[in-house]
């Protein structure tokens, strides 16, 4: 069975906050991982890669534990605009339709 | 970045008619594009795989009689709700990929919203 799971938030930070979101996967063969960002009513984007060795950019740095089974995204000094829902995706090979999306964690930056 | 187009962005119908949602890539070609839906609060879900040139494949579950895919060209497939019912309303989100084999970015039309009365 292939699952991603997310905490649903909401997060509700004030701007300049820390926030780290997780991400559990149910499938060992899954063998890329991504972060995307979805705002209200509208549709996903990538917004980075997931890598074992760690990936940063910016504000953003991502997390892959294949051990755990378990992925992380950390912003730091939030912006109001990084509001929005932030989903988890796994990938499993082959065909390029084998994305399972997570459900999603809610962001409300606050100023 | 790849843009993806979807048309309309917003339908509302009366139960039992057909709704046509077509997506493009506009600036490149996609042999292959991906038919998703989101209900509220709620992760997207593939329903189906457009192949260019041929018949689509549908997720288990996902009824390829009242959901008829179309994928005549390669910038151009064609998402038909047949006969549809208010259990239907949902965003249906179309994605195309310029690439072949392995993992390339998927690159998501901005949807369109149905909602049957």
């Known amino acids: 069975r292939k699952e991603v799971e997310q905490d649903p938030g909401p997060f509700n930070v004030p701007e300049g906050a820390t926030v780290a979101f997780n991400c559990t996967y149910s499938n060992s063969a899954s063998q890329s991982f991504f972060w995307y960002r979805q705002d209200c009513r509208k549709e996903p984007k990538l917004l980075m890669s997931v890598y074992s060795s760690g990936n940063e950019d910016g504000r953003f740095t991502a997390q892959l534990n294949r051990a755990s089974q378990y992925i992380s995204l950390l912003i730091i000094d939030s912006k109001l605009s990084d509001s929005a829902t932030y989903l988890c995706v796994a990938y499993y090979g082959g065909s390029q339709g084998n994305l399972i999306f997570g459900k999603g964690t809610k962001l409300s930056v606050k100023p | 970045g790849a843009v993806v187009s979807q048309h309309p962005s917003r339908v509302i119908c009366k139960s039992g008619t057909s709704v046509k949602i077509e997506c493009r890539s506009l600036d490149f070609q996609a042999t292959t594009m991906f038919w998703y839906r989101q209900f509220p609060k709620q992760s997207l879900m593939l329903m189906a795989t457009?192949?260019?040139?041929?018949?689509?494949?549908?997720e288990q579950g996902v009824e390829k009689d009242k959901f008829l895919i179309n994928h005549a060209s390669l910038t151009l497939s064609t998402l038909t709700v047949t006969s549809a019912h208010p259990e239907d309303s949902s965003f249906y989100i179309c994605?195309?990929?310029?690439?072949?084999?392995?993992?390339?970015?998927?690159?998501f039309g901005p949807g369109t919203r149905l909602t049957v009365l």
């Open positions: 457009s192949n260019e040139g041929s018949k689509a494949t549908y």
């Open positions: 994605s195309a990929n310029s690439g072949t084999g392995g993992y390339n970015e998927q690159f």
